[in-house]
């Protein structure tokens, strides 16, 4: 995966990603009073190779000026009908405003439909209002089956 918008570039991530994604998912939770969980819910993000590449996902870094500013990514999930859930898309503060978390969410969507998924699950907490309104903005209805307990709304889209 490569591509841009404006001044970003989004491409696929790598191991020496490791520690740089993890700080910026671990910051931008703090901004919003969230706590990170290296060994629950973001355990992910430090074995991007089990939990995204081995399970036939995808996670991706936003650099702008060779610093990561964002990340994003998916893998397929059991619940649902040939779902999968996005994950951890988070934007540091300097790179927000510009569209790119809305960019973000279509160019993911578009790889989705591409492999021949049929449904999107997002999992988010209601203090992250920007990104609640995204997903309500972008066709995500709310459901209910909330896993990760810092998250208290779960949304999903249909795409086929």
Known sequence: MKTQHLDFFIR?????????AFHLIRDVLAEYGLKCEPHGA??????????????????WVVERQDQIVGTAGYYPIERG?????IRKMYILPAARGQGLGKFLLQELES???TRGFDE???ETASVLK????????NGYLPT????TLRCDRVYKKVIK
């Open 130 to 137: 920007e990104a609640v309104k995204m997903y309500e903005n």
């Open 111 to 113: 790889t989705i439909i």
């Open 81 to 85: 009908k040939n779902a999968v859930e």
């Open 12 to 20: 696929s991530w790598e191991t020496r990603d490791r520690a740089e």
């Open 120 to 122: 999107i699950w997002i």
């Open 144 to 147: 209910t089956g909330v896993e």
């Open 42 to 59: 973001d355990r992910d993000v430090y074995d991007v190779e089990l939990h995204y590449h081995n399970k036939g996902g995808e996670f």
